[in-house]
T-cell receptor
Framework: DSGVTQTPKHLITATGQRVTLRCSPRSGDLSVYWYQQSLDQGLQFLIQYYNGEERAKGNILERFSAQQFPDLHSELNLSSLELGDSALYFC??????????FGPGTRLTVL | KNEVEQSPQNLTAQEGEFITINCSYSVGISALHWLQQHPGGGIVSLFMLSSGKKKHGRLIATINIQEKHSSLHITASHPRDSAVYICAVAEYGNKLVFGAGTILRVKS
């Protein structure tokens, strides 16, 4: 158990819908990272937050947004969903630029 | 060309064999990570290294910064080592760029 929690585990929704994925980092970790793992693209970095502020941005679509709250949990919002958004979404946390600990992931299926 | 290249893509070994997975990268990095992903999907961090060599149990990771190359070794492999092994490099900050992964199967 990495200490990082993600909810929900599975999510099935329809095209055009909006969903929110939630991540709670390990106790004391200020950095939260979001990653997408799809069959065709592999693992890709989406976005990083550090202590509530956006720190780095990767291949995150404009339809996607994220935030980190004062209690350090983070949410990834995916809107106007398309079939191609079906993937595993991982959250990870770290203390500064240290080893990252991954959550169990949320499997999103868009029908 | 991908920034992070792993080889081999697939590897089948007999229990007890010594295994090596290689990773080459083309960008400047602050650190290199080796990750393990089991069939259930969960990802576990094995090593984070920026120089030299690290050892944890039967796993050894090495990195050569000048040659931009890292290796992950598994000694006395066991069927429970069967998983996907992923190399990832940390660019500025701690943003990770991932290799495609090596699928390892260890047969008993």
């Amino acid at each position: 158990d990495s200490g990082v929690t993600q909810t929900p585990k599975h999510l099935i929704t329809a095209t055009g819908q909006r969903v929110t994925l939630r991540c709670s980092p390990r106790s004391g970790d200020l950095s939260v990272y979001w990653y997408q793992q799809s069959l065709d693209q592999g693992l890709q970095f989406l976005i990083q937050y550090y202590n509530g502020e956006e720190r780095a941005k990767g291949n995150i679509l404009e339809r996607f947004s994220a935030q980190q709250f004062p209690d350090l949990h983070s949410e990834l919002n995916l809107s106007s969903l398309e079939l191609g958004d079906s993937a595993l979404y991982f959250c990870a946390s770290s203390d500064r630029d240290d080893e990252q600990f991954f959550g169990p992931g949320t499997r999103l299926t868009v029908l | 060309k991908n920034e992070v290249e792993q080889s081999p893509q697939n590897l089948t070994a007999q229990e007890g064999e010594f295994i090596t997975i290689n990773c080459s990268y083309s960008v400047g990095i602050s650190a290199l990570h080796w990750l393990q992903q089991h069939p259930g999907g969960g990802i576990v961090s094995l090593f984070m290294l920026s120089s030299g060599k690290k050892k944890h149990g039967r796993l050894i990771a090495t990195i050569n910064i000048q040659e931009k190359h890292s290796s992950l070794h598994i000694t006395a492999s066991h069927p429970r080592d069967s998983a996907v092994y992923i190399c990832a490099v940390a660019e500025y900050g701690n943003k990770l760029v991932f290799g495609a992964g090596t699928i390892l199967r260890v047969k008993s």
